[in-house]
């Protein structure tokens, strides 16, 4: 029987408080995304029961109602319609959410989110950075070169000009405009100013006498801290004119009174006192790296795996970018961060070689790969996090390689690398090269003692025979932080936008590939969930550790209304990585006129990190 929309919304409205009890509402693919403000008023146990909702979870402030693809944009109407809320974007719900969080959560995300985007300009010129000095040192007569000139000056114009990638990004980041931000950014570098860096007790800088104060002609080079506040700032004049100005002259009057505002408090007061306040900080991060006899760095090397689970790492690229762009020169915390990531990579491939499970060997040895260039997610979540003994193994391995590191003076001339690519960036590579050492071995090894495969039991003798044995895909067509998705069909993996159909194509129904089937058969593409299943039977969703795929087959077979199709599995049916779903037939597909290709996709995949799609 078909769903009755209206009810189900109704439901869903009733048992979340009602409508007043909505901040936003917005839906993907699959999912109905709702910000609530008051979560002691949902009512859980009846949501997951009401007819149409086929699952529920809470995922970053938001409330998440799984109902299905080609459903919940019927049923996000009827929800708009019965509890009187506007409709919104995935963004303006993920905004919700994230201004619902403690102001703590809010104020150690905001670094990630400004310095994430920028992090391939830093990569790249930090690494530059390196290579350019190894040469000058390995070639004498190259340090004297234009060639060593120019590229010099190529590699360091990221962090020179630092604060005005930071404005636009926290401009962004804060909702104002981006060149604006700009503006403020550059004005904080002016060449009119004195460079920062240059400042030294006998050369000190100008003033500018305004009569009742006067501002330091001295530039922010190597500050971080006081760039970001100058455009929270920026973006909060910007949004409160632009509410209270008539929009007759709102385009010429708020810009003018934005910087002019801005460019005050920032020389005036956030500069002076944050600029101080952020020395503090980087005085007192070296100091706990290299002050404390390597203590320091042991706890932070023990504490950073545990930030990455909570998504708070990327807090520490205020303190690696001050440090670079400062005096010192140098990032004496990526060796913290590098032998913490690389301890997890050596605990993840001890349960590679150690496990004797097919599919848990498949994950892990790929893992381990990752986390040893510096992408340590999916060894953490996929395996090491999952069984806790390989995580706490990484911590002890990363804590140890941590303090030697510290104690041995390591440093990089960039942030954002860890593992093997930091050996481009390091200024020690044999010391770095047996810190790393130090932090797998020994992650390796306590994983091996204290971690065991848990055995499946043995049948009882007078148990039925066993079914035959699961053919488990070999092949990733996707993978992301969250896992890997296997080929779930024998055949031709073709890109995306290659699929015959503008839908799949265009990735409204999120990123994945087709596939041009060679055999009959669907199988699971990872251990999971059934989490629909479609009334033709030509098409399931499949959930796993966040991952929410869709595997249709041919298009527009929904028309052939189940002839050729036989699903094996239900809604709710728990299924193993190679178990079958779907058996189809091909010839009835073609004779019908339409085209067999079927769609692998990750429809949620604007919300998972690391997103990468083909035969891999």
């Given at each position: 029987?078909?769903?009755?929309?209206?009810?189900?919304?109704?439901e869903i409205a009733a048992n979340i408080g009602g409508g007043s009890n909505v901040i936003s509402a917005a839906h993907c693919a699959t999912r109905l995304r709702l910000v609530i403000a008051d979560n002691s008023k949902v009512n859980k146990k009846v949501l997951e029961n009401v007819d149409g909702v086929k699952g529920m979870f809470e995922s970053?402030?938001?409330?998440?109602?799984?109902?299905?693809?080609?459903?919940?944009?019927?049923?996000?109407?009827?929800?708009?319609?019965?509890?009187?809320?506007?409709?919104?974007?995935?963004?303006?719900?993920?905004?919700?959410?994230?201004?619902?969080?403690?102001?703590?959560?809010?104020?150690?995300?905001?670094?990630?989110?400004?310095?994430?985007?920028?992090?391939?300009?830093?990569?790249?010129?930090?690494?530059?950075?390196?290579?350019?000095?190894?040469?000058?040192?390995?070639?004498?007569?190259?340090?004297?070169?234009?060639?060593?000139?120019?590229?010099?000056?190529?590699?360091?114009?990221?962090?020179?000009?630092?604060?005005?990638?930071?404005?636009?990004?926290?401009?962004?980041?804060?909702?104002?405009?981006?060149?604006?931000?700009?503006?403020?950014?550059?004005?904080?570098?002016?060449?009119?100013?004195?460079?920062?860096?240059?400042?030294?007790?006998?050369?000190?800088?100008?003033?500018?006498?305004?009569?009742?104060?006067?501002?330091?002609?001295?530039?922010?080079?190597?500050?971080?801290?006081?760039?970001?506040?100058?455009?929270?700032?920026?973006?909060?004049?910007?949004?409160?004119?632009?509410?209270?100005?008539?929009?007759?002259?709102?385009?010429?009057?708020?810009?003018?009174?934005?910087?002019?505002?801005?460019?005050?408090?920032?020389?005036?007061?956030?500069?002076?006192?944050?600029?101080?306040?952020?020395?503090?900080?980087?005085?007192?991060?070296?100091?706990?790296?290299?002050?404390?006899?390597?203590?320091?760095?042991?706890?932070?090397?023990?504490?950073?795996?545990?930030?990455?689970?909570?998504?708070?790492?990327?807090?520490?690229?205020?303190?690696?970018?001050?440090?670079?762009?400062?005096?010192?020169?140098?990032?004496?915390?990526?060796?913290?961060?590098?032998?913490?990531?690389?301890?997890?990579?050596?605990?993840?491939?001890?349960?590679?070689?150690?496990?004797?499970?097919?599919?848990?060997?498949?994950?892990?040895?790929?893992?381990?790969?990752?986390?040893?260039?510096?992408?340590?997610?999916?060894?953490?979540?996929?395996?090491?996090?999952?069984?806790?003994?390989?995580?706490?193994?990484?911590?002890?391995?990363?804590?140890?390689?941590?303090?030697?590191?510290?104690?041995?003076?390591?440093?990089?001339?960039?942030?954002?690398?860890?593992?093997?690519?930091?050996?481009?960036?390091?200024?020690?590579?044999?010391?770095?090269?047996?810190?790393?050492?130090?932090?797998?071995?020994?992650?390796?090894?306590?994983?091996?003692?204290?971690?065991?495969?848990?055995?499946?039991?043995?049948?009882?003798?007078?148990?039925?025979?066993?079914?035959?044995?699961?053919?488990?895909?070999?092949?990733?067509?996707?993978?992301?932080?969250?896992?890997?998705?296997?080929?779930?069909?024998?055949?031709?993996?073709?890109?995306?936008?290659?699929?015959?159909?503008?839908?799949?194509?265009?990735?409204?129904?999120?990123d994945g590939v087709g596939i041009q089937p060679a055999d009959d058969k669907v199988v699971a593409p990872f251990d999971g969930t059934i989490s629909s299943v479609a009334e033709s039977q030509h098409a399931v969703g499949v959930e796993c550790n966040g991952m929410e795929m869709l595997i249709h087959v041919g298009v527009d077979t929904v028309n052939m209304k189940g002839d050729g199709f036989t699903c094996l599995v239900k809604e709710g049916d728990a299924v193993k990585a190679g178990q079958p779903l779907i058996i189809f037939d091909r010839a009835k597909?073609?004779?019908?006129?339409?085209?067999?290709?079927?769609?692998?996709?990750?429809?949620?995949?604007?919300?998972?990190?690391?997103?990468?799609?083909?035969?891999?």
């Open positions: 029987m078909a769903l009755d929309y209206r009810k189900c919304a109704e970053n402030g938001q409330l998440q109602l799984i109902i299905g693809t080609g459903t919940v944009n019927k049923v996000y109407d009827e929800f708009l319609s019965v509890t009187g809320a506007s409709a919104a974007t995935k963004d303006d719900v993920k905004a919700a959410a994230a201004s619902k969080m403690p102001l703590w959560k809010k104020i150690l995300k905001t670094p990630g989110d400004v310095f994430v985007p920028i992090l391939p300009a830093i990569v790249a010129s930090g690494l530059m950075m390196g290579l350019v000095e190894a040469l000058a040192k390995a070639i004498p007569s190259f340090a004297e070169s234009g060639w060593f000139g120019f590229l010099d000056m190529v590699a360091n114009t990221a962090f020179a000009l630092l604060p005005v990638l930071v404005a636009v990004s926290s401009a962004r980041v804060f909702g104002g405009n981006i060149f604006l931000g700009g503006v403020i950014g550059i004005m904080m570098v002016h060449p009119a100013l004195m460079n920062a860096w240059t400042v030294t007790p006998t050369n000190q800088p100008a003033v500018w006498d305004l009569g009742l104060f006067s501002i330091s002609q001295v530039g922010y080079q190597g500050h971080v801290i006081p760039v970001i506040l100058a455009v929270l700032l920026m973006a909060t004049v910007e949004k409160w004119l632009h509410k209270h100005v008539p929009e007759m002259i709102d385009l010429f009057v708020t810009p003018l009174v934005t910087v002019l505002v801005t460019a005050f408090a920032t020389f005036l007061v956030i500069g002076p006192i944050f600029s101080i306040l952020e020395n503090w900080v980087l005085t007192g991060a070296k100091w706990l790296v290299t002050s404390t006899g390597g203590i320091g760095a042991l706890v932070m090397g023990a504490l950073y795996p545990w930030t990455v689970v909570m998504g708070l790492h990327h807090m520490y690229n205020v303190i690696e970018a001050g440090m670079l762009s400062g005096a010192l020169g140098l990032n004496i915390w990526m060796p913290i961060a590098s032998a913490a990531n690389f301890a997890q990579f050596g605990a993840c491939l001890a349960v590679a070689i150690k496990c004797r499970n097919g599919k848990l060997k498949s994950v892990a040895l790929p893992s381990s790969l990752s986390a040893s260039l510096g992408i340590t997610e999916p060894a953490i979540f996929g395996v090491n996090f999952r069984f806790m003994k390989p995580f706490i193994a990484g911590v002890v391995g990363g804590a140890v390689g941590a303090i030697f590191g510290s104690l041995t003076g390591l440093g990089a001339t960039t942030y954002g690398v860890t593992g093997i690519p930091g050996l481009l960036a390091i200024n020690n590579i044999p010391v770095y090269v047996i810190e790393l050492l130090i932090s797998a071995g020994i992650a390796f090894a306590v994983t091996t003692v204290i971690w065991k495969e848990e055995q499946p039991e043995e049948a009882p003798a007078a148990a039925a025979p066993a079914a035959p044995a699961i053919e488990v895909p070999t092949v990733s067509v996707i993978r992301c932080a969250a896992g890997q998705v296997l080929q779930p069909v024998k055949g031709t993996v073709i890109a995306r936008d290659q699929i015959p159909d503008e839908t799949f194509a265009s990735g409204v129904l999120g597909i073609k004779a019908a006129g339409y085209s067999d290709t079927v769609a692998v996709l990750l429809t949620n995949s604007d919300d998972l990190e690391g997103v990468e799609c083909g035969v891999k």
